[in-house]
């Protein structure tokens, strides 16, 4: 079982819809996790952050976590083209706390 | 922006040279880690740069060395490159403890290309 899993994707939705992807990691102790956001041949961009169970908002951007189910995932309200791009869910791990990623899902939001 | 710099964003280098890709951490940050990401996939940690000492490895063999220096700027040095090590480097730093620590922020990377 990986550290960290996402759905690859490609996940496509139009444009104004409710983007939803997931995440799931391995480590019941873990107590951090990252959302960042990667447009193609560019770097990771952190979005979001959350520590305790339940639902963050940002703007258009919800994280929701589920320490029980050892599950997190981002929610992106009234989808934008400019939305497109990979999102990679990353949880700290080790005595240096490096962030452990998911291999991203890939999101196309279609105008 | 991050504030976070590297150079050079791109190179190309040939199978069994050495290469030093160089990283800036932001203003304020004590830590520099650095990451390879291939195409397709996540970030994987090499290393990690606290206060001038190595603070945790990846699983990267040993001819991934690196150094952090007094303004804690970071290097990042691969000798005896190999047509595997062509990846998107990544420099990430953040200061502080605890969540401190752990939220790090990206720079633009630099792209190798091993021939």
């Known amino acids: 079982q990986k550290e960290v899993e996402q759905n690859s994707g490609p996940l496509s939705v139009p444009e104004g819809a409710i983007a939803s992807l997931n995440c799931t990691y391995s480590?019941?102790?873990?107590?951090?996790f990252f959302w960042y956001r990667q447009y193609s041949g560019k770097s990771p961009e952190l979005i979001m952050s959350?520590?305790?169970?339940g639902d963050k908002e940002d703007g258009r951007f919800t994280a929701q976590l589920n320490k029980a189910s050892q599950y997190v995932s981002l929610l992106i309200r009234d989808s934008q083209p400019s939305d497109s791009a990979t999102y990679l869910c990353?949880?700290?791990?080790?005595?240096?706390?490096?962030?452990?990623f998911g291999s991203g899902t890939q999101l196309t939001v279609l105008p | 922006e991050t504030g976070v710099t590297q150079s050079p964003t791109h190179l190309i280098k040939t199978r069994g040279q050495q290469v030093t890709l160089r990283c800036s951490s932001q203003?304020?940050?004590?830590?520099v880690s650095w990451y390879q990401q291939a195409l397709g996939q996540g970030p994987q940690f090499i290393f990690q740069?606290?206060?001038?000492?190595?603070?945790g490895r990846g699983n990267f063999p040993p001819r991934f060395s690196g150094l952090q220096f007094p303004n804690y700027s970071s290097e990042l040095n691969v000798n005896a490159l190999e047509l595997d090590d062509s990846a998107l480097y990544l420099c990430?730093?953040?200061?502080?403890?605890?969540?401190?620590?752990?939220?790090?922020?990206f720079g633009p990377g630099t792209r190798l290309l091993v021939l």
């Open positions: 990430a730093s953040s200061g502080g403890t605890g969540r401190r620590q752990e939220t790090q922020y």
């Open positions: 480590d019941r102790v873990s107590q951090s």
């Open positions: 959350i520590y305790s169970n």
């Open positions: 990353a949880v700290p791990r080790g005595s240096a706390r490096q962030l452990t």
């Open positions: 203003s304020g940050h004590n830590t």
């Open positions: 740069y606290y206060r001038e000492e190595e603070n």
